[in-house]
């Protein structure tokens, strides 16, 4: 376990040329406080707990002092933001102080975000409020739990200093923690630029030190770009699985690492709907959950667009071409283990769809059902599950359908129970879930739900019967929360 001052410290993004970022000082932030931090997130980088309890700590985190050896640099980017490209964004409020070596050989990359601003901040002010870092600090460390590929948090401080926003709220400063915080956009804008010296940069960048695997290959580029494809697929079919929203998927929100990346007004899923919006803002629902799959392809498109001067064309259209399955793959595979099936048959995809199609049709809770799914015992009754239905004829055809086919398998219940509760989480962060921690931080200072939700979600798919009540559905003063685009 290290300290503060002993950090294994490097600084890889900083070693490409300064077109890649501009170096950065943070704005310092007046009388600091910790709101939370994450004990597990700071093994990742093998800083001792015990180093949260210095002034040292908060001042570094707060962007108040440097931490020894940092290099300061906000990363430029561009992107598609609600399908159309916007020349130049970049991280307008968030510094990536240094990349650390943990003693495992990881790199993870240290991201300050609400620092101030920076030369990609445009007409904005460069602060996070408190609101919206609790949500992203739990947010990813939920996805973690559910064991979803994600960026990490490390801690929270907020201050009293106003921000704002549609109404006055207070900065906060989130540590984040990625191996990379490299984007699609990252590639997008040397391609706008027509700098596609920088591009080839930049690939070799990350091939090297996050696709080592591919470095020495000819069509190194090509296989690169497959990768990202296949783990973008692969993350945006684990989101449908748990009902997971991310609300802005901006080609600037795309990790090249097939991490969930930059959470703002991101929902699960509580009725199911395939049209499920999460993001207020998002009017033409260009972001509900049913359409993330295909804007994934979208996204990857514009990916293998800017990578066009490195790969021939006929390369980047077959890159493209397997997106498709690694998604389809995926998203089977998931929801026969979600329904408990062991082994695949052809009409599995059938037997999931219809499900979800009787549940939209009853506005089920999609977390609810699946967990209580494990309880189904073919051949005995089955209330609990139907009387979730408004059509339960619709429920009983299905569910005689599902019994014939775990009859196939021949699974024993208790077994296959348990399977099922290992990938049909009990807990997910509903939006009223982080609405009652954000309340009681920011109107009493009172952190303690945080910590309570960052515990439970830790370990999404246990009982925890101390903590039923928080697998409950939104009550209905939570019914109207509106969360949008502004953070
Ligand atoms: P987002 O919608 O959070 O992914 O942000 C899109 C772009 O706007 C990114 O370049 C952000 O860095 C920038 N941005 C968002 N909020 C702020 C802010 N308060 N100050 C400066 N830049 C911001
Ligand atoms: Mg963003």
Known sequence: MRTLETL???????????????????????????????????????????????????????GNAPLNGSEPLAMLYSGHQFGAYVPQLGDGRALQIGEVINDRG?????????????????MADGRAVLRSSIREYLCSEAMHGLGIPTTRALCIVGADEPVYRETVETAAVLLRLAPSHVRFGSFEVFYYRKQHEHLALLAAHVIETFYPEL???????YRFLVEVIERTARLIARWQAVGFSHGVMNTDNMSILGLT??????????????????NHSDTGGRYAYGNQPHIGIWNAACLGQALTPLIP??????????????????????????????????????????????MAKSGVDYTI??????????GAGYAPLRDRF???????????????????????????????????????LRNYLAQVAIEKATSDKDYSEIDRLLHLLRRPYDEQPEMAA???????????????CSS
């Not at 929801?335 to 995809?349: I, S, Y």
């Not at 059902?369 to 073919?378: I, N, S, V």
Request: hydrophobic share 40%; aromatic share 12%; charged share 25%.
């Open 8 to 62: 294994n410290l490097d600084h890889s993004y900083g070693r490409l040329p300064p077109v890649f970022y501009s170096r950065v000082e943070p704005t310092p932030l007046a009388d600091p406080y910790l709101v939370s931090f994450n004990d597990e997130a700071a093994r990742l980088v093998d800083l001792d707990p015990a180093e949260a309890k210095r002034e040292k700590f908060l001042a570094v985190m707060a």
């Open 106 to 122: 990881e790199r993870w990359a240290l991201q300050l975000k609400g620092s101030g601003q920076t030369p990609y901040s445009r």
């Open 215 to 221: 470095a020495d290959a000819p069509d190194r580029y």
């Open 261 to 278: 990346l930059d959470y703002g007004p991101f929902g699960f899923m509580e009725r199911f709907d395939h049209g499920y919006i999460c």
């Open 313 to 358: 064309v006929e390369q980047c259209n077959a890159a493209l071409q397997r997106y498709e399955p690694a998604y389809v793959e995926e998203y089977s595979r998931l929801m026969r283990a979600k329904l408990g099936l062991a082994a695949a048959e052809p009409g599995d995809p059938q037997l999931a769809l219809d499900l979800l199609d009787i």
């Open 369 to 378: 059902f699946f967990r209580a799914l494990g309880d189904f015992q073919p």
């Open 390 to 428: 408004i059509e339960r004829e619709a429920f009983d055809g299905w569910a005689q359908r599902y019994a014939a086919r775990l009859a196939r398998e021949a699974s024993g219940d208790a077994e296959r129970r348990i399977r099922m509760n290992r990938v049909n989480p009990k807990y997910v």
């Open 470 to 484: 928080y697998a409950a559905p939104a009550p209905d003063w939570a019914q109207q929360i509106h969360v949008s």
